[in-house]
Structures are given as C-alpha cells and as structure tokens.
T-cell receptor, first 117, second 111 residues
Framework: GAVVSQHPSRVICKSGTSVKIECRSLDFQATTMFWYRQFPKQSLMLMATSNEGSKATYEQGVEKDKFLINHASLTLSTLTVTSAHPEDSSFYIC?????????????FGQGTRLTVV | AQTVTQSQPEMSVQEAETVTLSCTYDTSESDYYLFWYKQPPSRQMILVIRQEAYKQQNATENRFSVNFQKAAKSFSLKISDSQLGDAAMYFCAYNNNDMRFGAGTRLTVKP
C-alpha cells in the first residue's frame, strides 16, 4: 500500500517559537493532503486541505496565520505552527490522497505529538 | 456540510464473538466513499474496510463486513470472531473531496 511519512513523531517546543511538521508521500504523488488535529480520546478534526501549488483551504475556526500550510511539491506538505502556545499542544495527523483519485481512501502519516511548554 | 455520527462511545465484546459498530451520516451527495478506520494505541490510522456508495453489495474483508443502507444513510461495521488485537478506537469516515470522521467508538475485547 501507499506510504505516508510524517516527521517528527514527537516535538517539544517553547512557548512563542514555531515548529514545522512534514508530511511526505513516499511512493505516490499526492495533489491533495489533509491536516487533522486530534485531542486526547477525541476524533480527528479536519484543519485544512492542502493543494499542491495553491493556497490551502482552512476549516472554519482554524487560524490560517497560526497554522501555515505549504504544499510545494506533489510529495510534500508542511504544517508550521507559528508562535506556539500550550493550547496548541495536540496530536497532528496528515493524510494524502493519490492524485486523480478524488473519492478513494486517504493514507495517513504516523502523527506528530506536539507539546508546547 | 457532511456529518458523521457514531452513537456508541464504547463497546465491549467477548473474544470470538461478534460485535456491530454503528455509524450514520448526512449528505446530499450521491457519489461518495465510506470507510472504517482503526486506531490502536500507537495512533496510526489503519484502514479496515471501504464502501463505494454506488455499489449496492456490502463490502467484506475477512472478519470485517459492513451493512450499508444508502437510503437510511447508515454504515455499520460487523466484526466476527473478535480477537484481542481488534481492541482499538474505530472511526467511521465519509469521503467526498475531503474526509470527515465520526467521534469514534472504543472497542474492548474481553478474553
């Protein structure tokens, strides 16, 4: 099956700093990638849809200036949490869909546990 | 907007028995996919089974099968011969352009 690699798996950063999370599709091209946030014992909440070569589409209530998304190639999307605060601590998961296959399954990265101290 | 509802926060099943997890969804679309994902403690999302909305036949993957009722917008997951390794969070997901998840059901398997 298709593999999505997310890095880092864990990161601790100081309040006020920025942290970048990478999501790579290793063996397929992904025009579209998705970023989710998951609080403990809760579901995955879609934050934004990342489209290669264009601006990301953010869900209502998600601050686009805080969560910067860049999808510069068909295999890489990045999420940068800017000026992180303790309330940004969470589990972030990316997923990617094979280019040209709109409604089929998405493949998930391993997730990133972000802790802001 | 599409919504996915899982009304069972927790379910428990005896090893080797059968359990059914419920899921309903709301959409005005006719072309979409439905999925069940499993999330073990590692938090890696694992695809269990998928159903294409235009297919009337219920999907089956070994011990996992679905009961897809399109008119009722219902998509339940049946796990037969439950195993200890089936214990996890199970999420129902709807996909039409982007993927939305239900709240999840935590499945416990008793030995």
């Amino acid at each position: 099956g298709a593999v999505v690699s997310q890095h880092p798996s864990r990161v601790i950063c100081k309040s006020g700093t920025s942290v970048k999370i990478e999501c790579r599709s290793l063996d397929f091209q992904a025009t579209t990638m998705f970023w989710y946030r998951q609080f403990p014992k809760q579901s995955l909440m879609l934050m934004a849809t990342s489209n290669e070569g264009s601006k990301a589409t953010y869900e209502q209530g998600v601050e686009k200036d805080k969560f910067l998304i860049n999808h510069a190639s068909l295999t890489l999307s990045t999420l940068t949490v800017t000026s992180a605060h303790p309330e940004d601590s969470s589990f972030y998961i990316c997923s990617a869909r094979v280019s040209g296959r709109r409604n089929t399954e998405a493949f998930f990265g391993q997730g990133t546990r972000l802790t802001v101290v | 907007a599409q919504t996915v509802t899982q009304s069972q926060p927790e379910m428990s099943v005896q090893e080797a028995e059968t359990v059914t997890l419920s899921c309903t969804y709301d959409t005005s679309e006719s072309d979409y996919y439905l999925f069940w994902y499993k999330q073990p403690p590692s938090r890696q999302m694992i695809l269990v089974i998928r159903q294409e909305a235009y297919k009337q036949q219920n999907a089956t993957e070994n011990r996992f099968s679905v009961n897809f009722q399109k008119a009722a917008k219902s998509f339940s997951l049946k796990i037969s011969d439950s195993q200890l390794g089936d214990a996890a969070m199970y999420f129902c997901a709807y996909n039409n352009n982007d993927m939305r998840f239900g709240a999840g059901t935590r499945l416990t398997v008793k030995p």
